[in-house]
């Protein structure tokens, strides 16, 4: 089946530079890869998402690339700020619909 | 965008008694469902999927007699925790996808506490 792995496991930034965040799947037919950001005693929210059919995809301060030779995705924020600290999940989808997720990361933005 | 409410946000209640949670689609209608379980630090696991006007489908492991689904509208899924347990603390997550897009559209969230 479809295994996700996520990292890091912690991430800790100061206030004005970038994180990157990396998850590697296994299924090379998959083709449709979220990120979410999971604020504390909140459900996750997407941020962004890509297409098996594009490279990167850009939205303000978030960008997430996708490399499907080598399978693996990233999550790319600049010029963070203390509102970026929540903990990122990546996804993968099933062809059920299922999505299976990374194990998380936690980003602290230190101001 | 696609709003999904689910109530109550956090609930107490006594070992052995049932605990129902609500997960509602405002503005679409979803005929599909999922239920995730998140104890602390780790990441979603999937339960069940929800589907409406048929049976749900549980993950394995997952005890159905436990945890019931109902999906009777397609804007509306619950999940009843029966006998609950201590164990069974864990925050509840429901999502539903709209047919025609990608992305799911996560509730808020339960946070269940048995004492």
């Known amino acids: 089946g479809e295994n996700v792995e996520q990292h890091p496991s912690t991430l800790s930034v100061q206030e004005g530079d970038s994180a990157v965040i990396k998850c590697t799947y296994s299924?090379?037919?998959?083709?449709?890869f979220p990120w979410y950001k999971q604020e504390l005693g909140k459900g996750p929210q997407l941020i962004i998402d890509i297409r098996s059919n594009v490279g990167e995809k850009k939205d303000q301060r978030i960008a997430v690339t996708l490399n499907k030779t080598a399978k693996h995705f990233s999550l790319h924020i600049t010029e963070t700020q203390p509102e970026d600290s929540a903990v990122y999940f990546c996804a993968v989808p099933l062809q059920s619909y299922k999505y299976i997720f990374g194990t998380g990361t936690r980003l602290k933005v230190l101001a | 965008g696609a709003v999904v409410s689910q109530h109550p946000s956090w609930v107490i209640c006594k070992s052995g008694t049932s605990v129902k949670i609500e997960c509602r689609s405002l503005d679409f209608q979803a005929t599909t469902m999922f239920w995730y379980r998140q104890f602390p630090k780790q990441s979603l696991m999937l339960m069940a999927t929800?589907?409406?006007?048929?049976?749900?489908?549980?993950e394995q492991g997952v005890e159905k007699d436990k945890f019931l689904i109902n999906h009777a509208s397609l804007t509306l899924s619950t999940l009843t925790v029966t006998s609950a347990h201590p164990e069974d603390s864990s925050f509840y997550i429901c999502?539903?996808?709209?047919?025609?897009?990608?992305?799911?559209?996560f509730g808020s969230g339960t946070r269940l506490t048995v004492v």
């Open positions: 999502s539903a996808y709209e047919t025609g897009t990608y992305g799911y559209t």
């Open positions: 299924d090379s037919a998959s083709n449709y």
């Open positions: 929800s589907n409406e006007g048929s049976k749900a489908t549980y």
